[in-house]
């Protein structure tokens, strides 16, 4: 079957693409691999590529996995199945279906991998793949370049965190999902088809990528910072008292500073699911 790897250049595990690569050779034959090096290219590189092959594999982090899912032509059938070999900083996808965050060990479990058809979120002029950071959880990787991320690997959101929450801002936030409506000041709203957010901090654990919904994670300006802070540390995760929504489509009315999948971008003021928007290898 025709196949292709779009590979990011500037990933921090880019020596490990060949071990990934060959990896696959048994299932998969040959991978031509189709540098990334400069925003947009994975985009335009997965337009491209889409008629071509019948397997299009991922190398990067979330950042690019979001330009493919932008690039592909979704929804509809016929496109390529997708296969990501993680290799970024979050790598928050991969998770959320069950992949190791390790580009060699992802190849392992890809030899075994079946089709699972996986939801997008419409965000108007975008999609998004793993979910919507806004507010607090943006800051948190706004106050670290790109240089640093590469550089700290996961621990960049930790620092990141660290740094944003030592006096964190607010914003007036209304988030509406299926007639349910939540409303006031607000330290973050998560907008998730995934639940693992940050790398490996499981922000909305219960949401599932294909099952046709959205969940919602509102973090109200009254949370103590202190027990948010406390249950990240320990459990990865946050105190299940927060509200948390779920629906196929939500309104979100807020002036955060906003990331999808971890790029910036402006705050969507709606979401809607794309159901089984394209096909991806997940661990069985």
């Known amino acids: 079957m025709p196949s292709a790897c779009i590979a990011h250049v500037g990933s921090a595990a880019w020596e490990r693409l060949p071990d990934a690569l060959g990896l696959l050779r048994s299932r998969f034959g040959r991978v031509p691999v189709y540098p990334a090096g400069d925003p947009g290219d994975a985009e335009t590189l997965a337009a491209e590529l889409a008629p071509q092959v019948d397997v299009l594999v991922v190398f990067g982090g979330d950042g690019t996995v979001h330009e493919v899912a932008n690039g592909l032509p979704i ?4 496109g390529p199945l997708v296969a990501l070999l993680p290799a ?6 991969a998770r959320a279906i069950g992949m190791p965050p390790d580009p060699v060990a992802a190849a392992a ?23 919507i950071n806004a507010g607090f959880a943006a800051a948190a990787t706004d106050v670290l370049s790109r240089r640093v991320k590469k550089a ?33 000041e607000a330290l973050a ?10 790398g490996g901090r499981w922000l909305i654990p219960d949401a599932d990528v294909g099952d046709g919904l959205l969940d919602v994670l509102v973090v109200p300006a009254a949370a103590s910072k202190a027990a948010l802070a ?7 995760r946050l105190p299940g008292d927060l509200p948390r929504l779920r629906g196929p489509e939500a309104t979100v009315v807020t002036a955060m ?3 999808l999948d971890g790029e910036p971008a402006s705050t969507p003021g709606s979401v809607a699911v794309i159901p089984a928007a394209w096909q991806v290898l997940a661990p069985a």
């Open 152 to 184: 700290l690997g996961p621990a960049a959101y930790l620092v990141g965190g660290l740094w944003a929450g030592i006096n964190p801002p607010t914003w007036p936030a209304r988030v509406e999902v299926d007639g349910r409506v939540v409303e006031g």
């Open 230 to 236: 406390r249950h990240l540390a320990r459990d990865r």
């Open 75 to 78: 929804p509809g059938a016929g």
């Open 189 to 198: 709203v998560v907008v998730g088809n995934g639940g693992s957010f940050g």
């Open 257 to 259: 500073p906003c990331r």
């Open 88 to 93: 970024g900083t979050g790598n928050d996808l």
């Open 109 to 131: 479990e890809l030899a075994g991998a079946r089709p699972r058809p996986l939801d997008l979120l419409d965000c108007g002029p975008r999609r998004a793949a793993n979910g």
